[in-house]
C-alpha cells in the first residue's frame, strides 16, 4: 500500500521567510496529492491540492509542485505570517474515491 | 458549499457503555465517507471507508465489531463505538468526497471522545 512520508516535523521561521514541507510517497498509481491544514482542535482545512497530470501549482503565497519520476511533492509558503501558525498535513490518493493516505504532518511556528 | 457537520463535537462516557457519531454532509450527496482517528499532535489514521448502501471497508488493525459504521443515506454516516474503554478516547474525525470532484475530501469539524 501507499506510504508517505513528510519532513520536517517541525518547522519555526521568522514572520516574512519562506517555509518549505517535502513529502515523499511509494505508490506509482498516486495521482492526487492534497495539502491540509490543520489549527488545534480544528478540522483539516485544504490550502491546495495537485494532480499527477500537473508539475506545479500556484495560489497567491502557496505554491506546490510535484515530481513524479522522484515521487516527491512540497509545499511552499512564502511571505510567511504568523497566522501561518498551524499543523500541515501532505497526503496522497489514487483515482475515483480511493481512500488519502496521510503523511506525519509539520507544526509550522512563525513568529512574529 | 461542500460543508461536512459531525455531532455531537465532545462526548465524556463511562467504560463500558457505546458512543455513537454521526456525520452528516449538508448540501452535497457524499458518495464516500472516511472515518478517522487522531491520537493528540499525530497524523489522521484512517479507520474506514464508507460507501453508502454497502458495507464498510476497515483498515488493518481496525475491530469492526468494536468500531460499527454505517451509511445509510449519501448524506449521513454514523460510527459506533461499542464498549468503549479509556483507550478508546480519541479525536473521531469524518471527511466526505463526491464524484464529481474526483478526490477532495470535506472534513468535519470532529468529536472529542472521553470514555472514563
Known amino acids: 500500500g501507499e506510504n508517505v512520508e513528510q519532513h520536517p516535523s517541525t518547522l519555526s521561521v521568522q514572520e516574512g521567510d519562506s517555509a518549505v514541507i517535502k513529502c515523499t510517497y511509494s505508490d506509482s498509481a498516486s495521482n492526487y496529492f492534497p495539502w491540509y491544514k490543520q489549527e488545534l482542535g480544528k478540522r483539516p482545512q485544504l490550502i491546495i491540492d495537485?494532480?499527477?497530470?500537473?508539475g506545479e501549482k500556484k495560489d497567491q503565497r502557496i505554491a506546490v509542485t510535484l515530481n513524479k519520476t522522484a515521487k516527491h511533492f512540497s509545499l511552499h509558503i512564502t511571505e510567511t505570517q504568523p497566522e501561518d501558525s498551524a499543523v500541515y498535513f501532505c497526503a496522497a490518493g489514487g483515482t475515483g474515491f480511493q481512500k488519502l493516505v496521510f503523511g506525519t504532518g509539520t507544526r509550522l511556528l512563525v513568529s512574529p | 458549499g461542500a460543508v461536512v457537520s459531525q455531532h455531537p463535537s465532545r462526548v465524556i462516557c463511562k467504560s463500558g457503555t457505546s458512543v455513537k457519531i454521526e456525520c452528516r454532509s449538508l448540501d452535497f450527496q457524499a458518495t464516500t465517507m472516511f472515518w478517522y482517528r487522531q491520537f493528540p499532535k499525530k497524523s489522521l489514521m484512517l479507520m474506514a471507508t464508507s460507501n453508502e448502501g454497502s458495507k464498510a471497508t476497515y483498515e488493518q488493525g481496525v475491530e469492526k465489531d468494536k468500531f460499527l459504521i454505517n451509511h445509510a443515506s449519501l448524506t449521513l454516516s454514523t460510527l459506533t463505538v461499542t464498549s468503549a474503554h479509556p483507550e478508546d478516547s480519541s479525536f473521531y474525525i469524518c471527511?466526505?468526497?463526491?464524484?464529481?470532484?474526483?478526490?477532495?475530501?470535506?472534513f468535519g469539524p470532529g468529536t472529542r471522545l472521553t470514555v472514563l
Open positions: 471527511s466526505a468526497s463526491y464524484g464529481a470532484g474526483g478526490n477532495e475530501q470535506f
Open positions: 495537485i494532480r499527477s497530470n500537473v
